[in-house]
């Protein structure tokens, strides 16, 4: 009885050390990812390297400056229109949502988030690289919005379901309609919900890749116009590190620590900032 | 003026005709996966998902899917037996026996591994994690049992082995979050009736948490499962890109190619249509692959937390 009792506290003991294991386990890859990212790609920044073109093999080094604006450029875009539509389904799900219609788009959205986005990017170029004849920055941009549509409007959703029912009632008491309640009322009081939401769901898409293979293509100029294929810094890492060359493969490297910046400040600043608000 | 036409009432369509957005996206993208696969499979009819052989050249081509949904579910097998347990153990960990003040800084550390982008996953695993690999599990193990058929093959690293275990680790900040508010959903109750009768804290954690959050903590691995399926850029640049009945995944040790791979690594430089379509037919499969199992895991997680939970929204 005595050495039962030993042994059931050993095995307490035996598997709190392996749940602590797990963590570390996990936590490895992700230091691992951070060192290597930096400890590679730091030596690369410079100020040729972030705003000039890729430069010649063997003549000049070069940089990544296309990969840079092709990707702030696709972020706008894909904000300008994924941003107002997500909300705005938010809106209709969380303040007209009781019903029927509104389940089902929950669930599609749901399911919509889930997606393989290489599928994603199958869909823009049947639709709009074909149709309009070209790679485009604009099919780029469709992609990646159909990808940050059903996240923004789900966390919309979330956070307007957060703004109290008294902040409402006290608006439409002093004779306010339902739409001026929701854009002057519940919308300013859901902020910072929102903008977190947003954020991070805009992280998510900087570092989109697969959707932008047959969209973006990419190439080595800077910016030609909306029509045209554009370079892109998931893009940039990607082509970079599958080629032989020890300073194409460096080059990687540096984009990629570009990349992660973008990711990880988009991320930590947010959570910073809404702290102790969400439990997200 | 007609009462259709007060603002809310046109506010309201406004918002729910954008909120038909999602429907949209969805039907477009069943509508051209659907339509651009007919002509595969007019050609090959259902044999298309059991053909091995992938040949391009005009006049002689032939196309089957069927390595590729292997290596698709073979890796992301793997990247489950691996991920699951260590999400679990970590979800357990976080919730049963960190101390306070470290639960919410190892929380964040493990979402931050969802925020890295899969590329740059991928150039980790290319030029980093794949030698770790090589190094310390396929070279010595392929020495001791490379007679084995599933280690059979050369150690390269760049294989269906390293496919799956980056899997495993991109799959576990989904899978560890959902099973740790499941966890945390099970009622205190439950602990303090287990621990009354003497019950020490793995036991309670064992037989009554895990086993009351069973079909939440089911739900969450299905959810890692789909990330696994879908998952695109890193699993391409280290599983090795092969073609044809060469990419049929025997062995660990042997690089192959999943359904996404492939799409991502031929579908621009494919110039006939059939072959075209043929890469949007393997697509269309990963889409049905993909909603099947997002739904039943979305019908899982949601009912538990909602029934059972009560903790939960």
Request: aromatic share 10%; proline share 5%; with cysteine.
């Amino acid at each position: 009885m005595i050495n039962n009792y030993a042994f059931r506290k050993f095995k307490n003991r035996l598997f709190f050390v392996l749940c602590l294991a797990c963590v570390v386990i996990a936590i490895v890859p992700l230091l691992s990812i951070l060192y290597e990212v930096i400890a590679r790609g730091a030596p690369q920044l410079s100020w040729e390297f972030l705003t000039q073109g890729p430069g010649t093999i063997g003549v000049s080094a070069g940089g990544i400056g296309p990969a840079i604006q092709g990707s702030l450029i696709l972020i706008g875009l894909t904000s300008l229109i994924g941003i107002p539509v997500g909300i705005l389904s938010g809106v209709y799900l969380a303040e007209f949502g009781n019903n029927r219609y509104a389940s089902a788009m929950r669930t599609v959205n749901d399911v919509l988030t889930e997606f393989p986005s290489i599928i994603v990017g199958i869909t823009a170029f049947s639709v709009v690289v074909l149709t309009m004849g070209s790679f485009s920055a604009i099919a780029g941009a469709v992609a990646l919005s159909f990808i940050l549509i059903p996240v923004v409007a789900r966390t919309t959703e979330e956070s307007l379901k957060l703004v109290p029912n008294s902040v409402r009632e006290a608006s439409l008491a002093l004779g306010a309609h339902k739409w001026r309640t929701t854009l002057s009322v519940v919308l300013p009081a859901a902020k910072s919900g929102l903008v977190t939401g947003t954020l991070l769901a805009v992280a998510r898409i900087a570092g989109e890749t697969a959707p932008l293979i047959m969209t973006v293509l990419g190439n080595t100029y800077f910016f030609q116009g909306f029509g045209q294929p554009m370079d892109a810094l998931p893009l940039r890492i990607w082509r970079n590190a599958l080629q032989p060359y020890p300073e194409l493969q460096a080059q990687g490297w540096g984009a990629a620590l570009v990349l992660i910046l973008i990711v990880l400040a988009l991320n930590i600043g947010v959570r910073l900032a809404s702290r102790g608000r969400f439990r997200k | 003026m007609n009462r259709k036409f007060t603002g809310d009432n046109v506010f309201k369509i406004l918002a729910a005709v954008i909120a038909a957005s999602a429907v949209v996206i969805l039907i477009v993208t069943a509508y051209t996966l659907v339509s651009g696969s007919v002509p595969v499979l007019q050609r090959f009819g259902l044999g298309f998902f059991a053909g091995t052989q992938w040949n391009p050249v005009e006049g002689r081509e032939i196309f089957g899917a069927l390595p590729y949904v292997l290596g698709t579910l073979v890796t992301s097998g793997i990247a489950l037996l691996i991920g699951v347990p260590l999400s679990i153990g970590i979800a357990v960990f976080l919730v049963e026996m960190a101390p306070k003040a470290l639960r919410v800084p190892i929380a964040y550390l493990v979402e931050l591994l969802a925020a890295v982008p899969s590329v740059i996953y991928g150039l980790w695993g290319l030029f980093v994690f794949r030698f770790w690999i090589q190094n310390y599990i396929e070279i010595p193990v392929s020495n001791s049992l490379g007679w084995l058929p599933i280690f059979s093959g050369t150690p390269f690293g760049l294989d269906v082995l390293t496919a799956g275990i980056i899997l495993a680790i991109m799959i576990i900040p989904t899978v560890a979050s959902i099973s740790k508010e499941v966890i945390g959903a099970v009622p205190n109750s439950i602990r303090e009736g287990a621990y009354s009768i003497g019950a020490t804290k793995w036991e309670v954690i064992r037989h009554w948490v895990l086993s009351y959050g069973r079909s939440g903590i089911f739900g969450a691995v299905i959810l890692g499962l789909g990330r696994a399926v879908g998952e695109t850029m890193a699993v391409t640049m280290v599983i090795g890109n092969t073609i044809g009945p060469a990419a049929i995944p025997t062995s660990l040790f042997k690089p192959s190619q999943t359904m996404s791979s492939l799409i991502a690594n031929g579908f621009l430089e494919s110039t006939a249509s059939l072959e075209k379509s043929a890469y949007i037919g393997v697509g269309l499969f990963l889409l049905l692959l993909s909603l099947i199992i997002n739904i039943a895991a979305h019908v899982m997680v949601t009912r538990v937390l909602k029934v059972k939970g009560g903790a939960v929204e």
